[in-house]
């Protein structure tokens, strides 16, 4: 078995690993061992979305394409399927409700 010894500067968190250590009664590199764990836990089911930089139009009429027919979802699963800002998905919804083409959830 292969070892890696990496040195770290823990200065800033020394404080924060001292709690965690004496809470879990671990060593110091176990508990960095256990954080990292636990990073690489949450991090493996996200997905990177890399946005597109289109026009606001294009952005409205894809929009518009995407919700027809659509009974109910959500400015968040259109921001990712159409890979748009959600700040801009907002924006046009606003539009789009104000147009009366879409209504807002009860």
Do not use: C
Not at 48 to 69: C, M, N, S, W, Y
């Amino acid at each position: 078995m292969q070892r890696y010894v990496y040195p770290v500067d823990l200065t800033e968190v020394e404080k924060e690993l001292d709690i965690i250590i004496k809470k879990l009664k671990i060593s110091k590199a176990e508990a960095i061992r256990e954080a990292i764990r636990h990073y690489a836990e949450e991090l493996r089911g996200l997905e990177v979305v890399e946005l597109r930089d289109i026009p606001r139009e294009q952005a409205k009429r894809e929009i518009i394409e995407f919700i027809t027919g659509k009974e109910r979802i959500r400015a968040d699963e259109i921001a990712d399927a159409l890979r748009i800002d959600l700040s801009l998905v907002n924006d046009i919804l606003l539009e789009l409700w104000e147009e009366g083409y879409v209504e807002p959830e009860d």
